[in-house]
């Protein structure tokens, strides 16, 4: 596991995608105007303690497949930033290769800076995971970041890079190989090394959950702020810490108010409805200022008896 997080830091040295992006080895198959085909990849390195999918790996490919189908039609070198990101749940296992099919459904018109959304599906095999809606603005950069064009023949070049020595890590490398030995001894008690890598680890609390994660390469995108895929994933996991662990998860709708920046966020839901069918969840983000980061609402179902 250590190998591969050294390679995909390597990769994270060129530019263009994100290390979450390189540890998950994200595949672009198709991107045209005409819709998006990626993939990701099943191995332990994404998989949860009972063998699924994580879902901040899920949501990363969400995002990133809706993203590009967005961007196809905006340009190469303009950032883009997620307003709200929507998946639905189908209650089909992820336990194999996802892939994700999206399309840009529409720019709106008349708006000072340009807006666009998306649609689309992730699959399993032939098994439908969930359904993908997202919108996205074109938000200016912040001062000393340039972008340049995305090179998506990502095929292999995570692995086919080779992995950085201590010597050649620079501080936020070593700190990231730190947290992921940290990771990978916790991931003997009951949650995987992702869980603990990415921070779904939350306390449940009267009336909801809470949970502190900490920024930096492990989680960030390539503006230096928490990447919008795996924030979806650890709020998810805190809205689930929430209710009895036998509930399923079945939609979750998220809303990006801000970037997320400084050395650690915290999370905390609440439980709006806890019914004998069905939750309801509300999950706010916020960072060291208390600056709203994400707010997010999630359906839970409960199984039949």
Known sequence: MLDHIARAMAGNREPGLHFPGFFLGLHAHAISQSGVHMSLPYGPHC??????????????????????????????NIRMATLCLQLQFTGASARGDLHARTHCDGLLQGASATQGRAIGSIRSGHDAVCNIMASFATPSLPAGVNLVPMNWDLTGRAQA?????????????????RRAKAALKSSAHGHSFVEHLWGHIARPVKGGASNTVPLGLHNGNRVGHVQGGVLFGIAAATAQAALPTVSKLTGASAWYISGGTGHSLRLRSRILQHGRTVGVVLTQVVDQNKRIVLEMVTNHAYPAH
């Open 47 to 76: 998989a949860n303690a009972n063998g699924d999918v994580n879902i901040s790996a899920l949501a990363v490919l969400a995002d990133l497949a809706a993203g590009v189908a967005v961007r196809e039609h905006i340009g190469p």
């Open 161 to 177: 890079n080779a992995p950085l020595t201590p010597k050649q890590m620079h501080v936020n490398e070593r700190a990231l190989v």
